[in-house]
Nanobody
């Protein structure tokens, strides 16, 4: 069992930055690929970024590539999402998730564990 807790969300102006963190409990964090998803009001949950177990492999949704960076620290059982050049359309609840599939999948059903989410609001 893996429990995930996100933090770092908030309100930021367009062009600003935020760094999301997701702390995992349990001793199996390094056995899981990790992903970040987001869900805006009235929209489906969508893949943002994923990172493999070792942190070497990562992938991104096209709409965030070059602006967001995913990373992980297996010693701290934590995965991060550095978000730069934020846009109002990035406003959403951001969720981290853990998956036994590696490389990380873009499909939400491939993820076994989910956090409760953290709100990111980008003002224009």
């Amino acid at each position: 069992q893996v429990q995930l807790v996100e933090s770092g969300g908030g309100l930021v102006q367009a062009g600003g930055s935020l760094r999301l963190s997701c702390a995992a409990s349990g001793r199996t964090f390094s056995s899981h690929a990790m992903g970040w998803f987001r869900q805006a009001p009235g929209k489906e949950r969508e893949f943002v970024a994923g990172i493999g177990r070792s942190g070497v492999n990562s992938n991104y949704a096209g709409f965030v590539k070059g602006r967001f960076t995913i990373s992980r620290d297996n010693a701290k059982n934590t995965v991060y999402l550095q978000m730069d050049s934020l846009k109002p359309e990035d406003t959403a609840v951001y969720y981290c998730a853990a998956s036994l599939w590696d490389p990380p999948s873009r499909v939400s059903t491939s993820y076994n564990y989910w956090g409760q989410g953290t709100q990111v609001t980008v003002s224009s």
